[in-house]
């Protein structure tokens, strides 16, 4: 198959295949004496593995971690399962950062509404007030 019929098929751009096969989530491609890259029909699965664990929130470098311990073989769902807890917990992480962030904007809106126009980290006040 040529990059773009992978792409197609994989439902990406043909820049993310290329991207891909340099961050090592794809395996090098043979080329054609043309200089074409030829894929075989692993890779579209391999892109659709790659762009699912993308949406579990895995980072690229954990995809090609993980895809890695897979071709390495002997994966299994008890020696990977570290893998999704470390996104959890750093879905867990960025959740309690987005809430307290969302805790102050809505002081911010409150006070605003009140008459008080702070805004920031520390709430100062740009000195204006609404009459």
């Known amino acids: 198959m040529r990059i773009g019929q992978v792409a197609a098929e994989a439902g990406v751009s043909v820049d993310t295949v290329r991207f891909y096969e340099r961050r090592g989530v794809l395996p090098a491609a ?16 391999r892109i659709r593995f790659a762009k699912g664990l993308q949406e579990l929130g895995f980072t690229l470098d954990e995809v090609a971690d993980a ?11 008890d020696s990977e399962r570290w893998r999704l807890e470390a996104v959890v917990e750093r879905i867990d992480a960025r959740m309690a950062e987005l809430a307290a962030v969302r805790r102050a904007a809505a002081r911010s809106l409150r006070d605003c509404r009140a008459g008080h126009c702070r805004l920031g980290p520390d709430r100062s006040s740009l000195g204006t007030r609404r009459t």
Not at 69 to 76: E, K, P, R, V
């Open 30 to 45: 043979e080329r054609r004496p043309s200089g074409y890259r030829v894929f075989d029909a692993t890779a579209v699965e």
């Open 67 to 77: 895809l890695a311990a897979h071709d390495a073989g002997g994966a299994t769902c």
